[in-house]
């Protein structure tokens, strides 16, 4: 199976996972500064990356890929939100940017991966505006040197996670202020849209395949909501204009009016993050809405990975397909897709887990999917937000004692890949 040319192999990180550094070169607080995780551990060192940046970006490129996604911290470059540029931060990236482009490798840059300057929040629309000067500074300081941009990570995970059920920063734990939440995020991508400079600039998406458990008409309007609630909430704005009506009815059923402005549509291309499908059943009870995920360890008789989730990589192909069909031509980038296994150095379950889903994307390839690269998550095992360090989803083993980073068998596997661009 080979890939069409120019096709982008690459292997994701975010900021505040892998930097530590929280205090140098005049960086601001981030929301995940100060929020406390049930195993107590923190971001301050991380993999130590922003000091071993150098030693990474010679990783990469021994791994054979020709494409890293990495984040900018916010608080890096705008320290308190808004106002002051630290020029500090916009070195550090430059010379990150730089070292990567002199190894022949493509950065994709995410502006923003949950990060947030400590002074700001999503539930307030200032920082849509804030977010957009941002971006602007991003792009007026890189944009001479980086083709792929993408707005914001996840608006779903963040706001959902971070504002309605207080796992994750900032801890909010109200379904009306994360529906606020991320309709700011998805009006910041639009603001900083209009800024764009020339190259791609798209907006990553936690997508989420849903499939109804049996064939009766309750499962199915069961799973149709679910698609609503992760996947059509974002893509209908983004691709069409407008929410969904049903979804838009379902959530002011649950949390009042909502008066969301209308946002311009528009984006060069979609992040798709790919993880795992959902299994659907209706559930008068559930929350926020009339459905239940199926548990893929305890309700399903499926293959799982090491983190109990299912692995489904026709779910990623389904995915793909379905863009195409409902949403028109989009240009896709895989901008995620990854799994937890413990074993290292040897870890035939990431090899094989990487394989089908590398696979699964040649499928819709070949249906007329317009695929432009496949990001993996992650280059390194790192800081997994709520979880901590336990779960680890790298191609690279991190040694958290000594930050020794050893290549495993996945890494060298998904290198043989890139460098042939064919499975
Ligand atoms: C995604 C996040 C990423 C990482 C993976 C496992 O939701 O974007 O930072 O945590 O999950």
């Known amino acids: 199976m080979r890939f069409p040319d120019d096709f982008l192999w690459g292997a994701s990180t975010s900021s505040f996972q892998i930097e530590g550094s929280l205090d140098a070169d005049g960086r601001g607080r981030s929301i995940w500064d100060d929020f406390t995780i049930e195993t107590g551990e923190t971001g301050a060192v991380a993999c130590d990356h922003y000091r071993r940046w150098r030693d990474d970006v010679e990783l990469v490129a021994s791994l054979g890929v020709n494409a890293y996604r990495f984040s900018l911290a916010w608080p890096r470059i705008v320290p308190d939100g808004r106002g002051a540029v630290e020029q500090r931060g916009i070195d550090h990236y430059s010379r990150l940017l730089d070292a990567l482009l002199e190894r022949g490798i493509e950065p994709v840059v995410t502006l923003y991966h949950w990060d947030l300057p400590a002074t700001l929040d999503w539930r307030d629309r200032d920082t849509a505006e804030r977010f957009a000067e941002y971006a602007a500074v991003c792009f ?22 971070g504002y309605a059920d207080g796992i994750h920063a900032p801890g909010g734990k109200d379904l009306r202020g ?122 399903l008789d499926v293959e799982l990975t090491d983190g109990g989730y299912e692995i489904a990589p026709f779910g990623l192909t389904d995915l793909l397909v379905r863009l195409k069909r409902d949403y028109g031509d989009v240009p896709v980038m895989i901008t995620e897709n990854g799994a937890i296994y413990y074993d290292a150095p040897h870890d035939p379950g990431r090899v094989e887990f990487l394989r089908r889903h590398v696979e699964a994307v040649g499928e819709a390839i070949a249906q007329g ?55």
């Open 140 to 161: 007026d300081s890189f944009g001479d040197r980086v083709r792929w941009w993408i707005t914001i990570n996840e608006p779903w995970v963040h706001g959902i996670l």
């Open 369 to 423: 999917v317009d695929v432009r690269g496949y990001c993996h998550w992650s280059l390194l095992d790192n800081f997994e937000w709520a979880m901590g360090y336990k779960p680890r989803f790298g191609l690279v083993h991190v040694d958290y004692e000594t930050q020794a980073r050893t290549v495993k068998d996945s890494g060298r596997a998904y290198g043989e890949i890139a460098a042939r661009n064919a499975l």
């Open 178 to 299: 994360a529906v606020h939440a991320m309709h700011h995020m998805l009006l910041g991508h639009a603001l900083a849209y209009e800024r764009r400079p020339r190259g791609e600039t798209g907006i990553a998406f936690s997508l989420f395949p849903t499939y109804p458990e049996s064939e009766s008409d309750a499962d199915r309007e069961a799973a149709r909501i679910c698609d609503g609630y992760h996947n059509r909430w974002f893509l209908d704005p983004m691709l069409k204009g407008g929410y969904p009506d049903d979804m838009l009815r379902l959530y002011e059923d649950r949390v009042g009016p909502l008066e969301l402005e209308p946002i311009p549509a528009g984006c060069d291309f979609v992040g798709v993050n790919y993880y795992s499908r959902g299994v659907i059943r209706h559930d008068p009870d559930g929350t926020p809405f009339p459905y239940h995920v199926l548990h893929a360890r305890n309700e």
